[in-house]
Every structure is written in C-alpha cells, then in structure tokens.
C-alpha cells in the first residue's frame, strides 16, 4: 500500500492562480520529496524537505512540512500553462522512497 | 552531464515471455533504484541497489522478477514468463549517496520503460 497521499486527485485551475496541493503519510519519515511527472515521462525532482524543517521554497514552490500531522503542501504560485503534469509527494525512511498516487494538475491558458 | 536512460523505451511481450529492462544510472552514482508504477498511480518500489550489492529487494512483486547490478553501474530488471499484470512503467533512478542515510539527496530518474504484455 501507498505511504503517502495526494489530495486533491485533480486540480484544475487557470493561469496566474495558485495551485495548492496536500500529501498526507503514515509513518516517521527522514525527509520527504515532491516529484513532477509530464504525461509519458519520468519523474522530475522539484523539492526535499528535511524532516527537522518546516517551510522550503524554490522559485515559484513554497513546501511547508507538518510532522505532528504527517502532512505536507506543495504551493505552485502564478501558476503557467506549463505547470500541467502530474505532482508526487516521495517519504524517505530506511533507504526505500514510497510515493502516492499523485495529483494531477491542469494549469489552462 | 548524461541523465538516467532506458532502454528499451518501450516494449511489446507476449504473456509467456522473458523480458529484460536496462539502466544506465548517472555515472558514479552509487545507488540505483527500480520502480513500477501502474497507470494512473504513483511510482511503488521495487529494489535499490548500493554498487552492486542489492540491499533491499522487498518490492519485487515475485520470483518472477530479477534485478542484477554486477559492475556497480549499469543494471537489469529481468522479468520472466511475463504476465498481463506486468504490464506497466518500470522507472529506474540513481542517487549520488548511500541510501537510508539520514541526509538522502536526490534520486533522479530515467525515462522509463513501458512495459505492455499481451
């Protein structure tokens, strides 16, 4: 079974809003990572967040990290048409990364 | 530098047959990884590798499936007397450091093989 989910499943927004996305996970993680995925491509490393950290930013991205809930957001701010993929959250623990199945975004011009 | 790459991208197997899925890791990375995902879904771990020792094979959904990394660089995943449930997306990743340690950097990640077993 997945260690992380996604909430919302789909998101469709328009250009220039933001885009906010959830990962929720079961169990005590070392860090944990967002993934971007275009259709038919591999993933994409967009972001690490330690687990001792609790707010990250990288361009565009804002991950904040919640451990008490084991939860995570990733914000896309001025969203662009180019943004539309689909978005992972990844836990680390023990070497194995665990993924959820996703949020799949539609950024429309 | 040269990314991750597969090969083949993409492959056509009757249920029955041995297929065998290649990776060619970022030079000098020294852990690999191999992941399936199902259309629709998020990527599931299958097996990592640190050189060529395979650590953790926990994620191989049966004996049908092999993973061999002999030289510490390149790998391939084996799947014998493929079944319709094979059919997926075998993703294969590498990362600079040892995994499980506590400060894990980026695994990055080839394009993947499509894997379609009729």
């Known amino acids: 079974s997945q260690q992380g989910e996604e909430d919302p499943q789909a998101l469709s927004i328009q250009e220039g809003e933001n885009a906010t996305m959830n990962c929720s996970y079961k169990t005590s993680i070392n860090n944990l990572q967002w993934y971007r995925q275009n259709s038919g491509r591999g993933l994409v490393h967009l972001i690490l967040i330690r687990s001792n950290e609790r707010e990250k930013h990288s361009g565009r991205l804002r991950v904040t990290l919640d451990t008490s809930k084991k939860s995570s957001s990733l914000l896309i701010t001025a969203s662009r048409a180019a943004d539309t993929a689909s978005y992972f959250c990844?836990?680390?623990?023990?070497?194995?990364?665990?993924f959820g199945d996703g949020t799949t975004l539609t950024v429309k011009p | 530098g040269a990314g991750v790459s597969q090969s083949p991208r993409y492959k056509v197997a009757k249920r029955g047959q041995d297929v065998a899925l290649r990776c060619d890791p970022i030079?000098?990375?020294?852990?690999l990884f191999w992941y399936q995902q199902a259309l629709g879904q998020g990527p599931e771990f299958l097996t990592y590798f640190q050189n060529e020792a395979q650590l953790d094979k926990s994620g191989l959904p049966s004996d049908r499936f092999f993973a061999e990394r002999p030289e510490g660089s390149v790998s391939t995943l084996k799947i014998q007397r493929t079944q319709k449930e094979d059919s997926a997306v075998y993703l294969c990743a590498s990362s600079s450091t040892r995994a499980g340690l506590q400060v894990q950097e980026t695994q990055y990640f080839g394009p993947g093989t499509r894997l379609l077993v009729l």
């Open positions: 030079s000098g990375h020294v852990s």
């Open positions: 990844a836990t680390s623990r023990a070497g194995k990364s665990t």
